[in-house]
């Protein structure tokens, strides 16, 4: 603990472009320890199957569907067998309603919706790949104890957008990320366990979710395929 005390002062006394690098070394070792960024670096496409639930009638699934070099995003959301299909583009923004069996109502997301989806291609990829490129700036905190563990707290942050994120000084791996977004909803995950994707990418699998907007606490599952072929008009209204 005394160590941990000496190392908190020195962090706190240390200069913002050294605290950037401490974050950046950071991330590297996440890289290194979940496959190497030069799997990272290859990914393409993503999705992303979750599931929702704390024995609710709101329980849900969620399926994300993601083209990054075209900056895409196809989300599916499934209540009570309804699907409720949002989706974004660099040139359309829109969401579906079922109205009954496969009939849709068909609107237009809202600009702050929109905003939303578009950060989040890339954030639900990792929020601090390529931070900097996407307008974050990473500040070192300092290591502080978590329960048994003992991480890396680093905030993450652009003009509307705030994460701290919490990373296992003995693993390097993710334990905890907090999301403040533009529309005041705050997200708190902490992960519980890792799976390794057929890519040979490693990602958190198990997570208990909280939103300051739901208000109760979730089991969350996730299953992740990386670079999988979408069919040209997946991405379309």
């Not at 579906?96 to 496969?102: A, C, D, E, S, Y």
């Amino acid at each position: 603990m005394r160590k941990l005390i000496l190392f908190f002062f020195l962090v706190t006394g240390i200069s913002i472009e050294n605290k950037a690098q401490l974050a950046g070394e950071v991330f590297d070792k996440f890289y290194m320890a979940t496959g190497g960024i030069s799997l990272w670096n290859n990914v393409k496409t993503y999705t992303i199957n979750q599931t929702f639930v704390s024995n609710a009638a709101s329980d849900y699934t969620m399926e994300i569907k993601v083209s990054m070099p075209e900056m895409t995003m196809l989300k599916t959301k499934t209540i009570m067998k309804r699907h409720f299909i949002y989706g974004v583009s660099p040139s359309d923004a829109f969401y579906k309603i079922p109205t009954g069996g496969t009939i849709y109502q068909t609107k237009n997301l809202s600009e702050k919706e929109t905003v939303n989806m578009r950060r989040e291609i890339s954030d639900l990829f990792a929020p601090f790949y390529k931070f900097e490129a996407r307008g974050y700036i990473a500040t070192y905190v300092g290591l502080e104890a978590m329960g048994a563990q003992t991480v890396h707290h680093i905030e993450l942050a652009s003009s509307d957008t705030k994460f701290d994120l919490y990373f296992n000084n003995s693993t390097d791996l993710l334990s905890k990320q907090k999301i403040r977004t533009a529309s005041g909803e705050e997200i708190t995950q902490e992960f519980t366990s890792y799976s390794t994707s057929a890519f040979g990418i490693r990602y958190p699998s198990s997570a208990t979710y909280y939103s300051n907007i739901d208000k109760r606490n979730v089991r969350l599952t996730t299953n992740i395929v990386y670079n999988p072929m979408f069919d040209e008009g997946t991405f379309k209204r």
